[in-house]
């Protein structure tokens, strides 16, 4: 790995999310730098396939299994990570995500759709409360919580930090995507309102925001068989100038910039756009 930033040896970094292809990258690019790192995620096997390859290469690592929505389960990952590793030092909330109950079925709605409900076709009108709810908590309160739990151990460390994982809907809603675009964008403004409440404590709070990033996770959703783009995928394409997808390895830079008070000291309450030129892009 290009990287040497040596100020984060031996720190210990909390990853939420962690057994999910982005941040589970982002544990492993944290361990290549000397942090002793906990990868928390619902899903146990995943957080230990990442902490597994972690070890396997020389780094520290311990896989817990934690539910960012229960206090008492994110307690319970706090004592474990501070019985083996100390006290946290960096906190990556990145646990996050859509579900299809809070998505519209079409990009607009069409004065057919309010004639007549045809099956299978969701409306906006259509959605669902619990759906909604549902994304909303899972990243806005799965944000919330975490901090709760870990801004604890910061508070007072001149080098702690905080990085948040917003999206490109917090900038520019998608569309079919109401709840998981109105969610990033509550993350987002959580972020600024974190670094003004945190700074006189120590506290530095930033966000990265990816661009869209081809993954095995949804490879199915953005090419076809015969490995051309979907309709969706190309839309993204044009509207993004680099004119291709990220690589999950391009998020390395900002992630450890964010993390090292030697490159980021006076950074904070901002938003890092990973996203080839997405946000800059007004489409004329």
């Known amino acids: 790995m ?8 031996n720190r210990v970094a909390v990853v939420t999310g962690g057994g999910g292809v982005l941040c589970g990258g982002f544990s492993k690019v944290l361990a290549a730098q000397g942090v002793k790192t906990a990868v928390l ?3 146990l096997a995943a957080a230990q396939a990442v902490a597994d390859e972690i070890t396997g290469a020389g780094g520290q690592a311990i896989a817990i299994a934690c539910n960012v929505l229960e206090k008492a389960s994110l307690e319970a990952a706090r004592a474990q990570i501070t019985a083996r590793f100390g006290a946290c030092d960096l906190l990556i909330n990145g646990a996050g995500g859509n579900h299809p109950s809070g998505n519209t079925s079409k990009e607009t709605l069409e004065s ?9 076709v969701t409306t906006f009108f259509d959605l669902d409360p619990a759906g909604i709810a549902k994304v909303f908590n899972l990243n806005f309160l799965g944000t919330l ?7 604890r151990d910061l508070a007072g460390k001149p080098h702690a930090a905080i ?11 998608l569309t079919k995507i109401p709840a998981y675009s109105a969610a990033k964008a509550a993350v987002s403004n959580f972020t600024q309102f974190m670094a003004v409440h945190f700074a006189p404590v120590g506290i530095r709070v930033n966000a ?16 076809n068989p015969d490995g051309s783009p ?14 291709r997808f990220g690589l999950p390895e391009e998020l390395a830079g900002a992630l450890l910039f964010l993390c090292d008070e030697g490159y980021s000291s006076f950074v904070t309450g901002s938003m890092v756009a990973v996203d080839g ?8």
Do not use: C
């Open 41 to 43: 995620d619902l899903n």
């Open 230 to 243: 979907t309709e969706r995928s190309g839309k993204i394409l044009a509207a993004t100038p680099m004119h």
């Open 277 to 284: 030129g997405f946000s800059a892009y007004s489409g004329v």
């Open 145 to 151: 919580l975490p901090t709760q739990v870990f801004a």
């Open 163 to 173: 990085v948040m994982i917003t999206s490109m809907n917090a900038i520019r809603p």
């Open 2 to 9: 290009p990287f040497h930033h040596p100020n984060l040896n």
């Open 208 to 223: 990265i925001a990816p661009g869209f990033f081809s993954t095995n996770q949804n490879k199915t959703l953005l090419w």
């Open 112 to 120: 057919a759709d309010l004639e007549e409900q045809l099956e299978g």
